[in-house]
């Protein structure tokens, strides 16, 4: 029997977060294929209501979110608190922030 | 500056390294891209994702050794063929010291192997505050880029340095005064590579899609690989980028991908003189190991705006570390470290100083984005950090910030006899604590406003 839903690593192949400057952190989700970045696409797992549930966020600190066709890529932008390096940040460079989206469970696609 | 350009080819070039000295560039690949005739070896040195020490210090992020490692493997690549370099973003944060820098690296490197004698140009980007206040005095807005307030006199008063970042436009001044070799100030990554096809007459659109693309040098490739030399190719019509370690492919899928790094928007880049839209980019495999990209649309600004990085002190810091095993305590970690705050209060006060907790094992990451947070591990690591007008109190806060946790009072701890794990019973001096002041963009007249270029000579 097939399970009902996959995590996110098992499907993207890229799943990685950087500062976009000093303000920001991005998130990039680089799929294989064009059938794997349709699947998650359609299933919301990674919509802008979804991602922000993930981090606790309120709408408006998500200040991107594309669909990146030519890299079979969903990108989103949030911005950070306070600046990078400002005192506490445990993430000067924001290479960490994607942990989260690993395991985010994916519905499997209607009939496999 | 002279560029070895071939009959029916476009303008050739290489790229070892997307940060010069913060990890030292891989030889290989770089030989290869040599031996693949470019006529220009160029990147970028410079980065705000170091955070706000370096630039606020005026140090460095990287060792010396690095640094020079790099450098020299460019220009002795690079200069007995008569090819031009470029280098931009001098020393981690683009300051004037760090190109003064880097100038004395070219020009020992340079005396030490006896290259026959070459133009070095440089140009300074930093700005003085009361340049800043100048502009603003004369009703100029420093707008905050987004997520930032426009810049208040106060905000410019904690501002300790400040540097612009350069477009194409120094670079260019410098090739016409005849540079072999450039060192660039703090600049757009993407200008160090368009300013020489800008001024060889290729299309301005094409020329900053060139910059952007190279900049990161193998970040473009795949498999990942950082440090490894890329070779890039303009010409009327297209941009084509080469990976040059064979075990790399510069891929639709890589290039493509690599658009987005990085940036908020993977569509746009911004620079002195307008932006390029990245929308309609065509991504195609041309060989097995390039890209060719066509498509992107240059947008002149209609007003002449110049991005400014700043960075303020906070004050002296010292940092502290602790461990936590009991699981009671571990459940516990917040009151632990809210005594700890309570006696530093009782000594000195709730203003005047700051005092941190990141709690590894729990958040110390992530903070209040981590969603386990209420799932910690099994022990816990906390990295306590106090800052302060002067070394003396931020040690003394940071002693007591740390060595109370020993005594927190939790009411059914069994261990009586210290709530705590100590690595060490001392804390440590770090670098002073700065905070990003300045993420804005100023008005400018002339896009060479605020920078100054220089000649010297260096060579044999």
């Given amino acids: 029997m097939s399970p009902a839903s996959r995590p996110l690593s098992a499907i993207a192949k890229t799943i990685r977060s950087k500062n976009a400057g000093v303000d920001h952190i991005t998130f990039d989700v680089i799929f294989p294929d064009r059938t794997s970045y349709d699947h998650v696409r359609a299933s919301g797992a990674l919509s802008p209501a979804a991602v922000c549930r993930v981090f606790g966020i309120a709408r408006t600190r998500l200040t991107d979110h594309v669909e990146f066709d030519p890299a079979f890529a969903i990108k989103f932008t949030i911005a950070r608190e306070s600046g990078s390096g400002t005192l506490g940040d445990g993430d000067l460079f924001g290479s960490q922030h994607y942990a989260p989206l690993i395991d985010i469970q994916i519905p499997e696609p209607a009939g496999n | ?460």
Wanted: hydrophobic residues 40%; glycine residues 10%.
């Fill in chain 2, 1 to 460: 500056m002279k560029t070895a350009t071939l009959p029916n080819r476009g303008l050739r070039i290489l790229c070892p390294n997307g940060h010069l000295g913060f990890a030292p560039s891989r030889r290989g690949s770089f030989d290869h891209g040599i031996e693949a005739s470019p006529d220009i070896v160029a990147c970028d040195s410079g980065s705000c994702d170091i955070g706000p020490v370096p630039l606020g210090m005026d140090g460095t992020a990287s060792p010396l050794s690095w640094q020079r490692h790099d450098v020299e493997m460019m220009l002795l690549g690079a200069r007995p063929r008569g090819l031009p370099v470029i280098i931009g973003s001098a020393g981690d944060t683009g300051t004037d010291s760090r190109v003064d820098r880097f100038v004395d690296l070219v020009q020992d490197i340079a005396r030490e192997h006896k290259l026959p004698r070459f133009k070095l140009g440089y140009f300074y980007s930093e700005v003085s505050r009361e340049t800043v206040r100048a502009k603003m005095a004369a009703g100029g807005t420093i707008a905050g880029l987004p997520g930032r307030a426009d810049l208040t006199d106060a905000e410019l008063d904690a501002t300790d340095r400040i540097v612009a970042v350069a477009g194409v436009h120094p670079y260019i001044k410098l090739m016409d005064m005849g540079a072999d070799v450039i060192i660039g100030g703090r600049s757009s990554d993407c200008a160090i590579f368009a300013a020489p096809a800008i001024r060889k007459g290729y299309p301005e659109a094409l020329a900053y899609y060139f910059g952007k693309v190279m900049e990161c040098a193998s970040f473009c490739a795949e498999p990942y690989g950082g440090k490894e030399s890329i070779l890039g190719e303009i010409t009327m019509d297209d941009v084509r980028v080469t990976a040059m370690l064979p075990e790399q492919r510069c891929t639709v899928a890589s290039v493509a991908g690599h658009a987005m790094y990085e940036r908020a928007n993977p569509y746009y880049e911004h620079f002195v003189g307008g932006h390029i839209d990245m929308r309609d980019c065509v991504y195609e495999q041309l060989d097995e190991r390039t890209t060719r990209v066509t498509g992107p649309r240059y947008v002149p600004a209609t007003d002449l705006r110049v991005k400014l990085e700043g960075s303020g002190k906070v004050g002296e810091r010292y940092v502290g570390l602790v461990g936590i095993r009991d699981p009671y305590t571990v459940q516990r970690v917040d009151e632990v470290i809210a005594w700890a705050r309570r006696m530093v209060q009782e000594r000195f006060g709730s203003e005047g100083y700051q005092l941190s907790y990141n709690v590894y094992g729990r958040d110390g990451v992530m903070g209040m984005l981590e969603p386990l947070r209420d799932k910690p591990g099994h022990e816990l690591c906390v990295v306590v950090q106090a800052v302060a007008p002067t070394r003396e109190m931020a040690e003394e806060i940071c002693i007591m910030g740390t060595r109370q946790m020993f005594y927190a009072r939790l009411p059914d701890v069994k261990g009586t006899a210290g709530g705590v794990a100590f690595l060490l019973d001392e804390v440590m001096p770090a670098s002073p604590a700065y905070r990003w002041t300045l993420n804005h963009t100023m008005p400018i007249d002339d896009p060479m406003e605020p920078f100054r270029v220089h000649m010297t000579k260096a060579g044999v």
